[in-house]
């Protein structure tokens, strides 16, 4: 199974982002799957934002909840991020990544998001 994120390097600050994750060699409601979005700030660590399960429930970090949403594209294999009002602490590389138990078992290889005027 592969990951790869795909979006805007640059955003400017108030708008939205939007980050999109295709997935290849798996379905995205194969059972018990979590795909999970995960950013890291410069010179920080993992952040967890925000998942959606194989059957479509969502789940977001009390933090973002007011600005996050994820969905998915069953047809496309496809998990998408929106993050909106954007400031420049938004600036990060962002990941995707699925897991059917307690460890990611897949990443992707990450994308860079700044958000700078």
């Known amino acids: 199974v592969q990951l790869q994120e795909s979006g805007p390097g640059l955003v400017k600050p108030s708008q939205t982002l939007s980050l999109t994750c295709t997935v290849s060699g798996g379905s995205i409601t194969t059972n018990y799957f979590h795909w999970t979005w995960i950013r890291q700030p410069p010179g920080k660590g993992l952040e967890w934002m925000g998942a959606?399960?194989?059957?479509?429930?969502?789940s977001y970090s009390p933090s973002l909840k007011n600005r996050t949403s994820i969905s998915r594209d069953t047809s496309k294999n496809q998990i998408t991020l929106q993050l909106t009002s954007v400031t420049p602490e938004d600036t990060a590389v962002y990941y995707c990544?699925?897991?059917?138990?307690?460890?990611?078992?897949?990443w992707g290889q990450g994308t860079q998001v700044t958000v700078s005027s």
């Open positions: 990544a699925g897991k059917s138990g307690s460890t990611y078992d897949y």
């Open positions: 959606i399960t194989y059957s479509g429930s969502t």
